[in-house]
T-cell receptor, first 115, second 114 residues
Framework: AQSVTQPDIHITVSEGASLELRCNYSYGATPYLFWYVQSPGQGLQLLLKYFSGDTLVQGIKGFEAEFKRSQSSFNLRKPSVHWSDAAEYFCAALKGGTSYGKLTFGQGTILTVHP | NAGVMQNPRHLVRRRGQEARLRCSPMKGHSHVYWYRQLPEEGLKFMVYLQKENIIDESGMPKERFSAEFPKEGPSILRIQQVVRGDSAAYFC????????????FGSGTRLTVV
């Protein structure tokens, strides 16, 4: 079955520290991959997406993600975290080449930022 | 250019009542998706609709839940005879075409069943 796994339920970092959120997928072929952020009580905002090509993807708010086919991973990174980055982050996948979009989400990672 | 509009933002229903959740997609978007987020869980796909057509409802519970996207007006997710387990955040997303175009999510409707 197609699935997306975020191994870390909760991560705490200090402001200014670097961040890496893990995401692994299980699909028959390389899916389209997304990272979303959700602030409390809000909807989801797209940070970045990967369809093909360059495996290092740049997104908004200084985030980037690297697609690694050999590890079936799409980890999200940020070199220096700001207090405003505290939120829940979701990795999602869409079957590549599909005719429509049925996103499969990971369980989410809650990021806490200490001053 | 307004984003995906969902209303109400919060909805409280007593057990056995009906809940109607509305979603107006972004202008120019003809594809609508509904997702449910239960407490402590990620989002789960429920249904995918285009105007006047249900394309995929594989994530919808078999009973009490229905969805529509009429030719005119918003998409509606209807839950009949709500139970406590229906309490969740329901998100709508829209896209201009099929999956690879990307999605825009609304802010969600938080349903509480008392």
């Amino acid at each position: 079955a197609q699935s997306v796994t975020q191994p870390d339920i909760h991560i705490t970092v200090s402001e200014g520290a670097s961040l890496e959120l893990r995401c692994n997928y299980s699909y028959g072929a390389t899916p389209y991959l997304f990272w979303y952020v959700q602030s409390p009580g809000q909807g989801l905002q797209l940070l970045l997406k990967y369809f093909s090509g360059d495996t290092l993807v740049q997104g908004i708010k200084g985030f980037e993600a690297e697609f690694k086919r050999s590890q079936s991973s799409f980890n999200l990174r940020k070199p220096s975290v700001h207090w405003s980055d505290a939120a829940e982050y979701f990795c999602a996948a869409l079957k590549g080449g599909t005719s429509y979009g049925k996103l499969t989400f990971g369980q989410g990672t809650i990021l806490t930022v200490h001053p | 250019n307004a984003g995906v509009m969902q209303n109400p933002r919060h909805l409280v229903r007593r057990r056995g009542q009906e809940a109607r959740l509305r979603c107006s997609p972004m202008k120019g978007h003809s594809h609508v998706y509904w997702y449910r987020q239960l407490p402590e869980e990620g989002l789960k796909f429920m249904v995918y609709l285009q105007k006047e057509n249900i394309i995929d409802e594989s994530g919808m519970p078999k009973e009490r839940f229905s969805a529509e996207f009429p030719k005119e007006g918003p998409s509606i997710l209807r839950i009949q005879q709500v139970v406590r387990g229906d309490s969740a955040a329901y998100f709508c997303a829209s896209s201009p075409g099929t999956g690879a175009y990307g999605y825009t999510f609304g802010s969600g409707t938080r349903l509480t069943v008392v």
